[in-house]
């Protein structure tokens, strides 16, 4: 078997084409996880007051979906290093929609389209691009402004001990700041904090539904090109490689001729 080109054709009409290593595999699921866990704390907590959750369980809602989004975000830090360092199809220059003749691919490709036999990619195709990289902006920017949320909520890092600081009543040890405690807070400067955090909530909030929406259109374009083109990219997520018919429209030529000559 040469790993690094495409197996022969089993039968099928089908070769076997090496995709996604194994840190990209890697990122996608615990990045899956991470979403659902997310989604499934932040949808309690804005519902916390139909749902009468005490303001300790509040704090422990919050507390999970932290330690949930710290995972998340070093997830997200990770995949963007290894754009630089992981194998042809984890490079940006794969994923995102640039290069020289990214245009062209894409006007091919939605033509291929219209003619009713869209083009087989090994990598993401051209409007998968797009996709990749709208969600990866939106995940970027739920990250950062949860990690702000974090400590305007209940105090944890990066940014927990300068706002405790800021808010804490004369008297009181910032250290032993705790989360719905009115009478621990200065009422001036509690106030000038949640008018910072505002903007931040907003954002947080609005990102969440632009992921769950990006999320829902992401699982239909897998479960589309799955039924339409045969292209594996769920199994791939898995086992690395990606079963396709025909010549891949990114297929690198050393990888073609060892095709034709195997």
Known sequence: MNNAGPQLPDGTGLASYRVWDAPTRGFHWINAICVLLLAALGLILLNASALDVSSSGKILL??????TGYVFALNIVIRIAWGFFGNHHARWRQMLPVGRDYFRRLRR????????????????????RIAISGLLLIMIVQA???????????????????????????????????????????????????????????????GFYLLAAGTV??????????????????????????????????????????????
């Open 62 to 67: 919050k507390t999970l979906h932290v330690w």
């Open 109 to 128: 490709y939605l033509a291929s389209i219209a003619e009713g036999s869209p083009e087989p990619y090994i990598g993401h195709n051209p409007l998968g």
């Open 144 to 206: 950062s402004t949860g990690l702000l949320l974090a400590g305007t909520d209940i105090y944890f890092p990066p940014f927990g001990a300068w706002i405790a600081e800021w808010i804490a009543a004369p008297g009181v040890d910032p250290a032993t700041l705790v989360p719905y405690s009115p009478e621990m807070y200065d009422e001036a400067a509690y106030a000038e904090m949640r008018s910072l955090r505002k903007p931040f909530f907003v954002v947080h909030l609005y």
């Open 217 to 262: 259109i992401h699982i239909a374009g897998v479960v589309i090109t799955e039924t339409r083109e045969g292209g594996s990219l769920t199994s791939a997520m898995i086992s690395g490689r990606k079963a396709l018919s025909g010549r891949p429209a990114d297929a690198p030529e050393s990888a073609v001729a060892a095709e034709k000559h195997a």
